[in-house]
């Protein structure tokens, strides 16, 4: 029953119609025209008007159905080439029937069964392609020739290769930071030794931390990454869930973890392995047992529906190619009524496409940088209401350190960002 199944009902979703039963009753009309001809021969033996007729027929008949039983057969196993020829070897058999009835009998079966089992979609003026005898399968070199691809393979945009090459960069970029313990000068490029030299404890207080907040955390934790203190609009209370996205070495996590207790949890997430590896370690010295650390893309987070009460961030978002993503992630894991707080670097005009395609400047968190209009409009389209970016002038005296000699800071400044997920 399978096998017949099979064969009028085939896995094989090219078909003629597109349509399943209208495609299932070409098969079915194709089947009891090859029982026709044998039953019509026995109930026509002793007529003698017809014997002449279904003597020529007869032989034709029965090698019709055995050539279309292989052919059939043929097409189960995917050898489609050859079910096309048969079909048509016994097309040319009918040609050869002396009488004008037989001929056409027998062609019209033949051809119900090319059209039923033609290898690819009939429609309009693409029917002869189903008649192709010769042409040869596309086979990707990844896949054996014998092997059979039951799924559509995805197709890759030049918008989505972008994507993945920014990534890479900035995978890259702060990878180096946490494999050399690079000081830096805050979220700026590599290339910023002509910066004014600064102590990371100075660098963290400009952007609204406490000395003591700077001295709480494990040694190597603060790399002065960062372009505020989303500590200080979160509101932490004891016993929430936390994420931070873009955790680093576990700078705001671990002041986080602090806020929220025993009694609530932290979690951070971060792309780069190095930096993972370099958060957990300093979790471990710091004796953090609240504090977890995630590798994964704040566009894909590793983290379930529904189980977070405030989302943290420190000048990462704008490092993300695809915000509104970022941003459908953020409301997917809060909880009804949880909230956003986020520093990042906003742009206040129009970014020249000079500082748009530096990618120094991406990685170092301003080239990416969206316009408040945007970012209103990407947590509204996410569904996020008392949406409130409040943008922090006073942040261009230290984004001028990050890419000196350059006119960046008149474009972009670091924001606050909050939000609230409304409650069910």
């Keep these: 029953m399978s096998d017949l199944r099979r064969l009028l009902i085939p896995d094989e979703p090219r078909t003629f119609t597109g349509k399943r039963w209208v495609d299932i009753g070409l098969r079915c009309a194709h089947l009891v025209g090859v029982a026709g001809i044998g039953g019509g021969f026995l109930l026509t033996l002793g007529q003698d008007q ?5 003597h020529l027929t007869l032989v034709s008949g029965v090698l019709l159905s055995l050539l279309y039983l292989w052919s059939s057969a043929a097409w ?8 096309i020829i048969f079909k048509l070897a016994l097309l040319a058999l009918a040609l050869g029937v002396p009488t004008w009835r037989g001929t056409l009998f027998i062609a019209v079966i033949v051809l119900s069964g090319l059209i039923a089992h033609a290898p690819g979609r009939v429609r309009g003026l693409r029917w002869h392609r189903s008649l192709a005898l010769f042409a040869r399968p596309r086979r990707s070199r990844c896949v054996a020739d014998d092997a059979l691809l039951s799924f559509p393979l995805p197709e890759v945009t030049m918008n989505e290769l972008e994507h993945d090459r920014l990534r890479q960069a900035v995978r890259e970029r702060y990878g180096q930071v946490a494999e050399s313990d690079d000081r830096g000068c805050g979220c700026g490029p590599t290339s910023c030794c002509d910066a004014p030299a600064v102590s990371l404890e100075g660098l963290s207080q400009a952007m609204g931390y406490s000395a003591a907040e700077v001295l709480a955390v494990p040694q190597g934790a603060n790399l002065g990454l960062g372009c505020g203190n989303p500590q200080a609009i979160a509101a932490l209370k004891a016993g929430e869930t936390v994420l931070d996205l873009g955790s680093g ?3 705001d ?7 929220v207790g025993d009694t609530g949890r932290v979690i951070g997430v971060d792309m780069t392995p190095a930096m993972v590896s370099k958060a957990r370690a300093n979790a471990r010295a710091g004796g953090y047992r ?3 650390f995630r590798l994964g893309e704040i566009e894909h987070l590793p983290v379930a529906d529904g189980t977070i009460d405030v989302i943290i961030s420190n000048c990462v978002i704008n490092l993300s190619p695809d915000k509104p993503r970022v941003f459908a992630e953020a409301w997917r894991v809060l909880k009804p009524g949880g909230r956003l707080a986020i520093s990042d670097v906003v742009a206040t005009a129009e970014l020249p496409e000079a500082i748009r395609r530096d990618l120094a400047l991406y990685t170092g968190c301003m080239a990416g940088a969206s316009s408040l209009s945007d970012l209103e409009s990407m947590l509204a389209a996410s569904g996020f209401t008392r949406i409130r970016i409040t943008p922090k002038d006073a942040s261009r005296s230290f984004i001028r350190d990050w890419a000196p000699g350059t006119d960046v800071a008149d474009y972009v400044v670091s924001a606050n960002i909050e939000a609230i997920k409304p409650a069910a």
């Design 50 to 54: 017809w014997l002449s007729f279904w």
């Design 76 to 83: 189960l196993l995917q050898l489609k080439g050859q079910a």
């Design 290 to 292: 609240n504090a977890e």
């Design 249 to 251: 070495a576990g700078f």
């Design 253 to 259: 996590a671990f002041l986080a973890a602090r806020q």
